[in-house]
């Protein structure tokens, strides 16, 4: 992925995340979320990035190219996300990666 583009990836999780905190803040028993990652300690924070990958690439979106066969490196490009982003989001659907 082109550097500039992955500057615009991060940047759109980011402000996604933030929208993520001021949802929970408004209708924290409304969502729930998974996280795998163990360095992120604050529970704010999984929220946050959880919703995230949810406005970025959502579930049904996701199975549905999945199922159709459809690469994970031409989902990188589709979701326009990052290797590391849409792997873990494989993991939370419990999808099969073929990565590299």
């Excluded at 929220?47 to 990188?76: C, Q, W, Y």
């Amino acid at each position: 992925m082109p550097k500039q583009n992955r500057r615009l990836s991060k940047t759109t999780v980011y402000l996604r995340s933030e929208i993520g905190h001021f949802v929970e803040r408004q209708k924290e028993e409304a969502f729930e979320y998974i996280d795998y990652r163990n360095n992120i300690k604050s529970v704010s924070e999984r929220f946050a990035n959880k919703f995230a990958a949810n406005l970025l690439m959502p579930e049904n979106a996701v199975r549905k190219l999945h199922t159709a066969g459809i690469s994970f490196d031409v989902l990188l490009t589709h979701f326009k996300e990052s290797t590391e982003a849409l792997a873990i989001r494989f993991l939370e659907l419990n999808l099969n990666a073929d990565i590299g």
